[in-house]
């Protein structure tokens, strides 16, 4: 039987061109998963015959085991493997002695693995499968206890805001309600839960946009991308790139008001000749997407956009 991949890394050679890889450069990829985007800087570093450095983060150490026992990653000597969430990506560059970066790279996607693990709870696919989809394992919030414990206002801003469901109101009244028979602990007992008030016509796109607003109040995603973009000014070298690929629009509009303006909230700052003061210049004007090529080879990098900036000097 042919093992499923961990992870297809999209639009790798767009993101690799955007780091602008020098032979000494010292880079980090904050989302290892299968080791795709890592491996295609440590080979561009390669090739320049240079002694750059890459930093790989993951906090899930599924990720990092996958990786150590990896030969051609665990014994690259340019490689630094970090079982840390990248919210912390400046205490770590000080513990590795690393200083400044000229590159900053994130894939915001899930991993396959993630997906097409049952036990791990992130797709509803798996009916019996346990509500877990915790990233960092050792992190005392699963979707289940989350779901026993939140309270209905919190539950429907979390279904309103992060999964754009109309319905959302609706829903947590619902798991509220049902919770008091028995925990909401599996899929199939969820989705029998929310069905109600789901759409068939909709059926499996309203359940992903569930399943993902559950999935970023575990791992709280969005917090973690806000700390990330903006420790990012401290972190990179004048004229370091910053390249993030996102995947839906709640991370998208993080982005791109923090290229544009160089803040989260998209609040231009001028100067006395009305020129932006923004730390950063964005490199394209328009995100990145994948061709039909690429969506054709990973469907699932259909939703993918990939923003561009450079600290200025």
Not at 280 to 290: A, D, Q, V
Not at 302 to 310: D, P, W, Y
């Amino acid at each position: 039987m042919t093992e499923l991949p961990y992870h297809i890394p999209a639009l790798l050679e767009q993101s690799l061109d955007a780091l602008n890889i020098k032979p000494s450069g010292v880079y980090v990829d904050c989302t290892l998963g299968g080791g795709g985007h890592t491996r295609g800087i440590l080979k561009r570093i390669s090739e320049t015959g240079g002694c750059g450095r890459l930093l790989s983060f993951d906090q899930d150490m599924d990720a990092i085991e996958r990786a150590m026992s990896d030969k051609e990653l665990s014994g690259n000597a340019s490689l630094t493997l970090v079982h840390g969430n990248f919210r912390f990506l400046r205490n770590f560059l000080r513990f590795y002695d690393a200083g400044e970066v000229d590159g900053i790279l994130a894939d915001l996607g899930v991993s396959f693995h993630h997906f097409d693990d049952p036990e791990r709870g992130f797709s509803f696919r798996w009916e019996n499968g346990e509500l877990d989809m915790r990233m960092n394992r050792n992190s005392p919030l699963s979707a289940a206890k989350l779901l026993e414990e939140a309270t209905t206002e919190h539950l429907a801003d979390i279904f309103y805001l992060y999964g754009e469901l109309r319905q959302a109101r609706q829903m947590a009244s619902a798991i509220v309600k049902s919770r008091q028979e028995a925990p909401i602990t599996t899929v199939s007992r969820l989705i029998e839960t929310v069905r109600p008030f789901i759409n068939p016509r909709q059926e499996k796109k309203e359940l992903a946009q569930l399943f993902q607003a559950l999935r970023i109040e575990v791992n709280g995603e969005l917090d973690a991308l806000r700390s990330l973009l903006e420790q990012s000014r401290q972190a990179l070298k004048p004229g370091g790139r910053l390249a993030i690929i996102t995947y839906h629009s709640l991370e998208d509009r993080l982005v791109k008001n923090f290229l544009r303006t160089g803040n989260i909230e998209g609040k231009e700052n001028k100067d006395f000749f009305g020129r932006n003061l923004s730390p950063f210049r964005p490199i394209t004007s328009k995100p990145i997407i994948p061709d039909a090529e690429e969506v054709e080879r990973n469907p699932r990098s259909r939703s993918a956009k990939l923003r561009v900036g450079e600290k200025q000097k």
